[in-house]
Structures are given as C-alpha cells and as structure tokens.
C-alpha cells in the first residue's frame, strides 16, 4: 500500500510540474504577443505592414518567432520571405520559404510559396533543389492550383533545367 501511495503522489507532482510548466510558457507567449492569439497577432501585423512597413515588418518577426509552429507563423514566415526577395537577398528569402515550408502545409498558400522557393533557388543557382522543390509542387499543389501558379511552375521547370 505504501508504494502505492508513494507512486500516485509522485504522478500527482509530475501532473503538478507539467501544468506548472504550461502556464509558465503560456505566460511567456502572452507577454511576447500583443493579442494572446496567433491568428489576430498575424492579421495585426499585416494591417501594420500596409501603412508602417518597418513596424509591420517587426510585428511579423514577433508573430513568425512567437507562434512559429502555427499556420499563422509560418504565413508571417513567407511574407518575411516575400520583403527580403523585394529588398534583392534571393538566397534570405529562400531560407525564409523553406522554413515555411517545413513539414509540407496544407493551407492554400503552400503551393504558391513552394514555387516561390523554387524560383529562388533557381535565381540563385540551385537548379537541383528547385527541381526538387517543384517536384513537391507537382506532388502536394498541383491538382488544387490556380492555371497561373501551374503556368509559373512549367517555365521554372524549363529554366532550371529538370528533367
């Protein structure tokens, strides 16, 4: 009976630590975060990009860093990608993609950001990898995308040479 009970108090301390520990993070997340929610924090940074692009450029950084494995964060992810390519830095904007890109998402930007990175690592000479990324394309994002995006696709192929 003792270790019984000896071993029900040590669950109950463990599930004591482990909630502990979870409202510390979530504290942690709500200081970092001005909404407390990964879904409007994005939608802030957004409205903020279009009239302060420095700002909004920082509230993306907080959202991709603060709710990176989240749909939102890595749709701020991709959009701090899509500043870096406009700022001229292709191989930075590919690293931003690639990390959206992690684990393949399913949402409806994931096709148009996959040829996104294969265009950059086209434009900076990784024809082999953009093979690759447009080979994921035609794999996850082909059947559901737009005739454009699958247009944009076949010129890349041609250009970086796949076979």
Do not use: H
């Amino acid at each position: 009976r003792l270790s019984d009970a000896e071993d029900r108090i040590a669950t109950l301390e463990a599930a004591k630590e482990a909630a502990e520990t979870a409202a510390r993070e979530a504290a942690e997340f709500a200081a970092r975060s001005p909404t407390g929610d990964a879904v409007t924090d994005l939608a802030a940074a957004r409205t903020l990009l279009a009239s302060d692009p420095a700002r909004g450029r920082a509230a993306l950084d907080l959202v991709a860093s603060t709710w990176a494995d989240t749909p939102s964060g890595r749709e701020a992810m991709w959009r701090i990608g899509d500043i870096i390519r406009a700022g001229g830095d292709q191989a930075g904007a590919v690293q931003q993609y690639a990390q959206a890109l992690q684990g393949w998402p399913t949402e409806g930007w994931a096709g148009e950001v996959t040829l996104k990175l294969a265009r950059g690592l086209e434009a900076t000479n990784r024809d082999a990898q953009a093979c690759a990324a447009l080979g994921e394309y035609q794999r996850r994002y082909a059947a559901s995308s737009t005739p454009a995006l699958r247009e944009i696709a076949t010129r890349t192929r041609t250009q970086a040479n796949c076979r």
